[in-house]
């Protein structure tokens, strides 16, 4: 009588994730606006500008370019998207030291951004970093398609939060999607659509994106559109930010 298995104080959305998104299914939202949370946002509105006018504009390499023909995300479309077809289509751009985390005010940091996959081109040919904040070697947040898998794994410093077949299964291609790495007090965590779908337990990891000094974000090397990629400081006050020169 009565056999109860509990997992006090274990949030059960984290322990079993939520089904897949249907398959073709555009994600729509409304357009990010910077508040005191957002440490960067690129628009992409025929622009390579940082929004909030704190950062360097990005700079683009092989084939990217803008394209206004792709906007299913948004509630109202406007604007433009930046367009890639494959390896070594991208954009990058190196943040002039950002303070990403401060002790006892930082929540979370997080990098997030709207994506429309077509197709991925890395296999057998290189790693592909569809979106990489790069701080340092152990200080990383991304997507990326290892040279021998046919989808991105998200990975948070020098691990594995989930890997490319389980992504998979929520990441899905021909359709725009909402997707992010978070760092908080507990770990890692991946999300797409607003919704988490992956976590991985790293207490100390937060403290460690302590002080300022340049980040490099990546975004591209695939075949499909990338627009609002936001930079978050949840807890930080952006006033305190200094500007680069």
């Known amino acids: 009588d009565e056999v109860v298995i509990r997992s006090t104080g274990s949030a059960l959305s984290t322990n079993t994730p939520p089904p897949p998104p249907s398959t073709g ?3 729509q939202a409304s357009p990010a606006t910077v508040n005191t949370n957002v440490l960067a946002l690129y628009r992409f509105d025929n622009s390579y ?6 950062f360097a504009a990005l700079t683009p390499a092989g084939a990217a370019r803008f394209d ?8 109202s ?13 991208k954009a990058t751009v190196t943040l002039n030291n950002p303070e990403f985390y401060k002790p006892g005010v930082t929540e979370s940091i997080a990098v997030e951004a709207m994506v429309y996959i077509n197709s991925y081109k890395g296999y057998s040919r290189t790693t592909a970093n569809l979106i990489k904040l790069y701080k340092r070697w152990d200080l990383q947040l991304m997507h990326s398609q290892d040279m021998w898998a046919n989808a991105a794994a998200a990975w ?13 299964l929520y990441l899905k291609t021909g359709c725009w999607q909402k997707v992010g790495v978070v760092l908080d007090a507990a770990g890692y965590k991946v999300l797409v659509n607003d919704v988490q779908v992956a976590q991985r337990a790293d207490a100390s990891a937060l403290a460690n994106w302590t002080g300022t000094s340049s980040t ?3 975004i591209g090397n695939f075949d499909g559109w990338v627009d609002e990629v936001v930079i978050r400081s949840t ?11």
């Open 68 to 75: 206004a023909a792709n906007l299913g995300w948004m509630n």
């Open 77 to 89: 479309p406007s604007g433009a998207a930046l367009r890639f077809n494959d390896v070594g289509d």
């Open 25 to 27: 299914t555009n994600y």
């Open 235 to 245: 807890g930080s006050a952006l006033s305190t930010n200094t500007p680069p020169p």
């Open 216 to 218: 490099t974000l990546e």
């Open 49 to 54: 500008a940082e929004t909030s006018g704190r």
């Open 156 to 168: 948070g410093g020098v691990s594995q939060i989930v890997d490319a077949d389980r992504l998979a």
